[in-house]
């Protein structure tokens, strides 16, 4: 919990305040005045359907110590009460907040910023587990990597923190910048860069350069200390070293040290043998400190790539590859064995129903890593319930093509929500007919409602039959596909 005086968080946001104000102290600081209020500083946010100013008033009446403004006109007529710190853009004092409480108090804290098109929020979680099995860590909690939920996340931090895990998300140019400003950290991650946020940023290689704004804290570091980068060295952009360090020399960061992971034989960390099963993973890593044999209970492939960032990721704090496998294991373990962060796989109907719930995010690459997880899985029947892509630009349509003709290898129905989900059911038709297959066993809605329906009509006719299924559940978030997940969960648990 924070401590400061309103006079000391107006000097971090170059903000003004009424005279005997300063005084007061601040203990929380918060977003939404639906919230416990009370002793905190309100952020009066505005977004494109909100104002936070409107809300000001209630936070006051609920014992806010300040709020946080930036109407002008309304603060100088006293609008927001005797205590209302004004500032140019109240998304960006919360940012400088965030930045100037952790340059002060948490002076000896270190830092690693984890971000990428795909796979960020578990390689956070395994980088964390490993990070934590050594030192007193935290980390960004789920959904909380963008201008808003990591500067809150900074300011709770514990006080006995000794390393940071901030995952950073974002949609175009600025973001990570912004991100990384806050948290100055002294090293970084980038699991992939794929197709993910094309329509904004228009080519990979502008996504590159946006993620790399990550490096820009290199420019901070003490002379002859490096900005140590840890990237996927099988992806086509990230395995260009010189492109890099030319990207980051361009953000300020002269000394890039670059750590890679892959299957690739010039990677750093990098796995071989590779196996991939319904129960898990094995491989044999092949590092800096020697050989060693890894068997971890987390399934797909993808799986390999996001243990071998979080075994780098250990290695830049002393965190031998043996204990971070041992870390890892044990997470996974206590998170249910089989269930990532952001996929579950739940079995249900008295075994007769496997759930993969992939339903928080989705894109060109995620796609076939979670339908080949479904077709590892045991079952008489493998089904998807797929959703929307977004923000994928003009090629949009075609990543939907071929993200149905890989349904196809791994299901034997297919349902689709959405729009350009349409697209999932022409690929998936056209690999079916050309194998003389049904093209019919792909169906389209508009709604979650309508495909559940049909889902469940066409499980209760293979229960019926004697077969078990099993089905994967997934697509952008905004589709909002976890209610598939959850009525098949009430309707066979």
């Known amino acids: 919990m924070i401590s400061l005086s309103v006079k000391e968080l107006a000097g971090f946001i170059g903000g003004k305040y009424f005279p005997g104000s300063g005084r007061y102290r601040v203990k929380s600081v918060v977003t939404d005045s639906r919230k416990p209020v009370k002793g905190g500083a309100f952020f009066a946010l505005i977004g494109e359907n909100f104002d936070g100013h409107n809300f000001v008033r209630a936070a006051n009446e609920a014992g806010a110590a300040c709020c946080v403004v930036s109407d002008r006109d309304g603060w100088e007529k006293g609008l927001y009460g005797t205590r209302a710190v004004l500032v140019e853009d109240t998304q960006k004092a919360l940012g400088d907040l965030a930045a100037g409480y952790l340059q002060k108090y948490y002076p000896n804290m270190r830092r690693i910023a984890v971000t990428g098109s795909v796979g960020k929020t578990t390689t956070k979680e395994l980088v964390h587990a490993v990070i934590a099995s050594a030192f007193k860590a935290e980390k960004t909690p789920l959904s909380h990597n963008n201008e808003i939920g990591l500067p809150m996340t900074a300011l709770s931090l514990p006080a006995d923190t000794e390393i940071f895990v901030a995952e950073m998300g974002m949609r175009g140019f600025g973001q990570i910048r912004y991100l990384e400003n806050i948290v100055h950290p002294e090293a970084a991650l980038i699991t992939t860069i794929g197709n993910a946020h094309l329509e904004l940023l228009g080519s990979r290689e502008n996504i590159l350069k946006a993620k790399m704004e990550v490096c820009i804290g290199g420019s901070r570091l003490k002379r002859g200390r490096a900005f140590k980068l840890i990237v996927n060295g099988d992806n086509d952009l990230l395995k260009q070293q010189d492109k890099l360090r030319s990207i980051a020399a361009e953000y300020g960061c002269k000394k890039l040290e670059l750590i890679t992971f892959g299957l690739d034989p010039s990677c750093t960390f990098r796995a071989t043998e590779a196996i991939s099963g319904e129960h898990g993973i094995n491989y044999l890593l092949i590092c800096p400190e020697g050989n060693l044999h890894v068997e971890l209970p987390i399934p797909g492939e993808h799986n390999i790539y996001n243990s071998l960032a979080a075994i780098a990721a250990g290695s830049l704090f002393g965190i031998s590859a043996q204990a971070a496998v041992a870390a890892i ?34 894109g060109p690459e995620s796609m076939p890593a979670s339908l080949k997880v479904l077709g590892g899985i045991t079952a008489d029947r493998h089904i998807a319930a797929l959703a929307d892509m977004v923000e994928l630009g ?74 078990s299924v099993a089905i994967l559940v997934k697509g952008s978030h905004i589709m909002h596909m976890g209610r598939i997940s959850q009525l098949l969960e009430e309707a066979y648990r």
């Open 329 to 362: 294991r044990k997470y996974a373990e206590e998170s249910g064995g089989e269930k990532s962060v952001r996929q579950r796989k739940v079995v249900l109907a008295g075994g007769k129903l496997t759930v993969i719930d992939d339903a928080y995010n989705a």
């Open 394 to 467: 003009p090629d949009s349509p075609k990543f939907h093509f071929e993200v149905g003709r890989t349904a196809a290898k791994y299901c034997d129905r297919l349902f689709t929500v959405g729009e350009k989900a349409k697209e999932y059911v022409r690929g998936f038709a056209d690999v079916k007919k050309a194998k003389k297959g049904s093209a019919e066993a792909a169906q389209s809605f508009m709604t979650t409602d309508e495909a559940y329906s049909s889902i469940k009509q066409y499980i209760d006719n293979e229960f019926a039959a004697g077969r």
